[in-house]
């Protein structure tokens, strides 16, 4: 069986991609499915790149148990050869998407998504806003009950 595969993408990948990879990754390892899916995340942007998760995304995630599925990651920026091996590029915000549509090969094979239209919240219009800057923790529990929903009903929408 060929691995089914998921991209998230944020601006710099220190935040909201990271958290939603992880929660990705929680998931599938939960169902019992991790061995038949490739999660990873990107930025749209190199500003980060080769940096760990913003501590404060990553306190979130360690609050969450869920930090040791990113642990290692480093952010990259999105590159030519995702929009081929990966099945859903998903962005967070509508920024992230037009960043992504601008860079995406007429040829691709990928779909590309919004992760934040999964989230059965009407209060997140379909976006998954950025925690960046933010002093306020509050703002990164709020990105990882997001994508936590959003990612579960992703998954839940793959079911025959």
């Known amino acids: 069986m060929e691995k089914k595969s998921v991209l998230f993408l944020c601006f710099g990948n220190t935040c909201r991609s990271p958290i939603a990879e992880a929660c990705f990754k929680h998931l599938v390892a939960t169902r019992g499915v991790e061995k038949q899916w490739r999660v990873e995340s990107a930025g749209t942007s190199s500003i980060s790149a080769g940096d760990?998760?913003?501590?404060?995304?990553?306190s979130c995630m360690q609050s969450?148990?869920?930090y040791h599925y990113v642990e290692d990651c480093?952010?990259?920026?999105?590159?030519?050869q995702d929009f081929y091996e990966f099945n859903f590029i998903f962005a967070m915000d509508?920024?992230?998407m037009g960043n992504l549509k601008e860079l995406c090969p007429t040829d691709s094979t990928s779909k590309l998504l919004m992760l934040g239209s999964y989230d059965n919240d009407p209060s997140s219009n379909g976006v998954i806003d950025d925690p960046y800057g933010s002093p306020n923790p509050d703002e990164y529990e709020r990105v990882y009950d997001q994508c936590s929903r959003a990612c579960c009903?992703?998954?839940?929408s793959l079911r025959p």
């Open 153 to 156: 009903r992703f998954m839940d």
């Open 94 to 96: 509508s920024s992230n």
């Open 64 to 66: 969450h148990d869920i």
């Open 52 to 58: 760990p998760p913003n501590p404060r995304g990553r």
């Open 74 to 80: 480093r952010s990259r920026k999105v590159k030519l």
